[in-house]
């Protein structure tokens, strides 16, 4: 027999509850209920990533406007899975006045028009953004202590032609030893500039011309005298700089962020943007595919090249060994083609053997 009585057949179940009644838990977390509509921002203002500290970012505002001035800026809580890296170009709210102890939030960002990765090593598919937005790559090596290595210029080439940057060379240092012998792998490689500089010879007015105009990232091996050079071409960075162990023959790191400061000529202006000194350059990151654009005199020599050719040691018929073999590219054209073979080998999809070899290359 049901619990329920006959007798109650015309009675309401509930009684005297109706809609009124219900008692509705209140939102812990708030009065209004959540969504995922974000505001338009439309009052946002426009600034340049200059330098990026343990989560706090130096914004450039209104750049070229002569009431430009620098603020501190956190990014907003939609953003925390993006990174914001130097060189960005991003929008903000709140407090823009720039005075101390004041913070802007930094609310989008914008469309990059490079980005310039690296990896830890060549087997790490976790890339590394190190800055957004440059156009030129100032390559720094030095001469001698310590000594240049022609494969890790190769790393540093192959990175700015898959992203998308022109590179320039600059050797430090010298006046210990003639870089010609070392300039001469690279000289069959069209419209690269070539700089040198001496303890007592910097090519600073060369320099400063060539970056008029563009956003340059300058990068190096550890103690290579880069934040040296970018100290001549802002007077007012301060970078600090240090010095090569004379047992180990490595440079002790110095500049421990990336920065970016404004070059100032008669000529115009530009930006350089001094990097950590790095021992090992990665490329994790890049296509396969892509690596031969990293080597510009080799690609010209690959046109003759049967479809598919691989360009390694047993690839037959491969136009860029026979050219070597008969003489191209002189004495440097056996040491450029072991070196794009390196990279195809270790950067091959599932090539077990790259393990390390960006730190090899460096050492």
Same mark, same amino acid.
């Given at each position: 027999?049901?619990?329920w $009585?006959d007798?109650?057949?015309?009675? &309401? *179940?509930?009684?005297e509850?109706?809609e009124s009644?219900?008692? %509705?838990?209140?939102n812990?977390?708030g009065?209004?209920?959540r969504t995922?509509?974000?505001?338009? #921002?439309?009052d946002?203002?426009t600034g340049?990533?200059?330098?990026?500290?343990r989560?706090r970012? =130096? %914004?450039?505002l !209104? &750049?070229d406007?002569?009431?430009?001035?620098q603020?501190?800026a $956190?990014r907003a +809580?939609e953003?925390? +899975?993006?990174?914001?890296?130097t060189?960005?170009?991003? !929008?903000m709210v709140g407090d =823009? =006045?720039? &005075?101390?102890g004041t913070?802007a939030?930094?609310?989008r960002?914008?469309?990059?028009?490079?980005?310039?990765?690296?990896?830890?090593?060549?087997?790490?598919?976790?890339? +590394?953004?190190?800055?957004?937005n440059?156009?030129?790559?100032?390559i720094?090596?030095a001469?001698?202590?310590?000594e240049?290595?022609?494969?890790? %210029? !190769?790393?540093y080439?192959?990175?700015?032609?898959?992203?998308?940057?022109d590179?320039?060379?600059?050797i430090?240092?010298?006046?210990?030893?003639?870089?010609a *012998?070392?300039l001469a792998?690279?000289?069959?490689?069209? #419209?690269l500039?070539?700089?040198?500089?001496?303890?007592?010879?910097?090519?600073?007015d060369e320099l400063?011309?060539a970056?008029?105009?563009?956003t340059t990232v300058?990068?190096? #091996?550890?103690g290579?005298?880069?934040?040296?050079l970018?100290n001549?071409?802002? @007077?007012?960075?301060?970078?600090?700089?240090?010095?090569v162990?004379?047992?180990?023959?490595?440079?002790?790191h110095?500049?421990?962020?990336?920065?970016?400061?404004?070059?100032q000529?008669?000529?115009? +202006?530009g930006?350089?943007?001094? =990097?950590?000194?790095?021992?090992?350059f990665g490329?994790g990151?890049?296509? @396969?595919?892509?690596?031969?654009?990293?080597f510009?005199?080799?690609?010209?020599?690959? &046109?003759?090249?049967?479809?598919?050719?691989? #360009?390694l040691?047993?690839?037959p018929?491969?136009?860029?060994?026979?050219?070597?073999a008969?003489?191209?590219l002189g004495?440097?054209g056996p040491?450029?083609?072991?070196?794009l073979q390196r990279?195809?080998?270790?950067l091959?999809?599932?090539?077990?053997?790259g393990?390390?070899?960006a730190?090899?290359d460096?050492q």
């Amino acid at each position: 027999m049901s619990w329920w $009585s006959d007798a109650d057949d015309d009675e &309401e *179940p509930y009684g005297e509850y109706d809609e009124s009644s219900v008692r %509705v838990r209140p939102n812990p977390k708030g009065t209004r209920p959540r969504t995922k509509q974000r505001p338009e #921002h439309d009052d946002a203002l426009t600034g340049r990533v200059l330098g990026v500290d343990r989560g706090r970012y =130096t %914004v450039l505002l !209104d &750049e070229d406007q002569p009431d430009e001035h620098q603020l501190t800026a $956190s990014r907003a +809580r939609e953003l925390r +899975r993006q990174a914001i890296v130097t060189g960005d170009r991003v !929008d903000m709210v709140g407090d =823009t =006045t720039g &005075e101390d102890g004041t913070l802007a939030r930094i609310v989008r960002i914008g469309e990059r028009t490079t980005l310039l990765r690296r990896s830890a090593d060549d087997t790490d598919a976790v890339e +590394r953004v190190i800055v957004a937005n440059a156009d030129q790559m100032l390559i720094v090596i030095a001469a001698a202590n310590p000594e240049p290595r022609v494969r890790l %210029v !190769d790393r540093y080439l192959v990175a700015a032609y898959d992203a998308g940057i022109d590179p320039l060379i600059v050797i430090t240092k010298t006046d210990l030893v003639d870089p010609a *012998p070392f300039l001469a792998n690279f000289g069959a490689l069209d #419209h690269l500039q070539l700089f040198t500089s001496a303890r007592d010879a910097m090519p600073t007015d060369e320099l400063a011309a060539a970056l008029v105009g563009h956003t340059t990232v300058a990068v190096g #091996h550890s103690g290579v005298g880069k934040s040296t050079l970018v100290n001549a071409l802002v @007077p007012s960075a301060d970078r600090a700089t240090g010095h090569v162990n004379e047992v180990t023959g490595r440079g002790r790191h110095t500049s421990s962020s990336t920065v970016s400061l404004r070059v100032q000529t008669d000529a115009g +202006r530009g930006w350089i943007i001094d =990097t950590p000194g790095v021992r090992s350059f990665g490329l994790g990151h890049v296509d @396969p595919a892509n690596i031969l654009r990293g080597f510009p005199d080799l690609n010209r020599l690959a &046109e003759n090249c049967p479809r598919g050719c691989t #360009h390694l040691p047993d690839a037959p018929d491969c136009a860029i060994a026979e050219a070597i073999a008969a003489g191209a590219l002189g004495a440097a054209g056996p040491i450029r083609l072991d070196s794009l073979q390196r990279l195809l080998l270790t950067l091959a999809p599932g090539a077990g053997s790259g393990t390390g070899q960006a730190s090899a290359d460096a050492q």
